[in-house]
């Protein structure tokens, strides 16, 4: 499994953006997808996730109001929609992907099976 993220960039404090990652490498509508982020000097924390079919996802708490993650199963894609973006949200964001039928707040586990490169997102306040 490949897993290609991209969409990060320089983005006011206020602002919005969309990550979309790229699943490849065995059958998409299999794996529970996720969103991670490390911010520097900090651990990686869970952000969003979605089940396999996509009728269920968790938030973290501090992105709960602001992010929408979403997945098209035609186009092997996961997407995070963020808005009103702060400072604190500047971090590298890993997508990931996990064999596991997880649903609810096991979304957020951290031992996801597969890992992407990461896409830098800056928040200028």
């Known amino acids: 499994v490949q897993l290609q993220a991209s969409g990060g960039g320089l983005v006011q404090a206020g602002g919005s953006l969309r990550l979309s990652c790229a699943f490849s490498?065995?059958?998409?509508?299999?794996?529970?997808m996720g969103w991670f982020r490390q911010a520097p000097g900090k651990e990686r924390e869970f952000v969003a996730g979605?089940?396999?079919?996509?009728?269920?996802?968790y938030y973290a708490e501090s992105v709960k109001d602001r992010s929408t993650i979403s997945r098209d199963n035609s186009k092997n894609m996961v997407y995070l929609q963020m808005i009103s973006l702060k400072a604190e949200d500047t971090a590298v964001y890993y997508c990931?992907?996990?064999?596991?039928?997880?649903?609810?707040?096991?979304?957020?586990?951290?031992?996801?099976?597969?890992w992407g490169q990461g896409t830098l997102v800056t928040v200028s306040s």
């Open positions: 990931a992907a996990d064999q596991s039928p997880l649903y609810g707040r096991g979304l957020s586990r951290p031992n996801y099976d597969y």
């Open positions: 490498g065995d059958t998409f509508g299999r794996y529970a």
């Open positions: 979605v089940s396999w079919g996509g009728g269920n996802t």
